[in-house]
Structure formats: C-alpha cells, structure tokens
C-alpha cells in the first residue's frame, strides 16, 4: 500500500509562486509514474503534471503548460511540482497520485493512489 502526503501549499498573490512537494511511503516510488492533479470548488478533479518512473518524460495541461515543472527525487521518495507565475484560475486543492505503473499518464483512472491534498489559493 502506497500512502501520499502532500505539503507546500498555502496563499499566494498573482505571479507567485510555490512548489508543491508530495512523500511517498510504502511500494516501490522509484518504479511508478507520479502525477499532479487539481480540484477547483464545483469542478471536477482535472490533470495538471505527470511524470514517468525515471523522469525521461513529462506531460502538461495546457492551462499550466510553460509555467509549472514536474519532477522528482527517487532516493527521497518524493514528486515536486513548482508552480511559477500563479494565476487566481489555478486556485484548488492539488493531489498527488501514483500509479501501479512506470509511464506518464495523463488518465487519473490510470492512478490507484492519492494523497489528502493540499491548498493553493491565489489571490488577484
């Protein structure tokens, strides 16, 4: 059993910038793509970054493209996402997600595990 914590989140003003971090305990991290996702209030949970096990590729949303980096530490067991230049759109709870798997996927059916999240807010 893979378990995900979350942490870095918190407020920030527009052109901002945080970095998200997310440990892994449990399973094998250094075998598994990892993924960001996000959670606007009234929305439904959509993808923001993934990565593959060894970090030889990585994948987007277009709404973040350009200004959010996905990577990851393997000796730490742990996945970064740093978000640059926040806009108030990109307020929402993030979750990490891991997969059973080694590839990126930008598919969160493809993510059998997930942390509790945590909160991004960016004021205008």
């Known amino acids: 059993q893979v378990q995900l914590v979350e942490s870095g989140g918190g407020l920030v003003q527009a052109g901002g910038s945080l970095r998200l971090s997310c440990a892994a305990s449990g399973g094998t991290f250094s075998s598994r793509a990892m993924g960001w996702f996000r959670q606007a209030p009234g929305k439904e949970r959509e993808f923001v970054a993934t990565?593959?096990?060894?970090?030889?590729?990585?994948y987007y949303a277009d709404s973040v493209k350009g200004r959010f980096t996905i990577s990851r530490d393997n000796a730490k067991n742990t996945v970064y996402l740093q978000m640059n230049s926040l806009k108030p759109e990109d307020t929402a709870v993030y979750y990490c997600?891991?997969?059973?798997?080694?590839?990126?996927?930008?598919?969160?059916?493809?993510?059998?595990?997930w942390g509790q999240g945590t909160q991004v807010a960016v004021s205008s």
């Open positions: 990565i593959d096990w060894n970090s030889s590729r990585s």
């Open positions: 997600a891991a997969t059973e798997g080694r590839w990126a996927s930008l598919d969160r059916r493809l993510y059998d595990y």
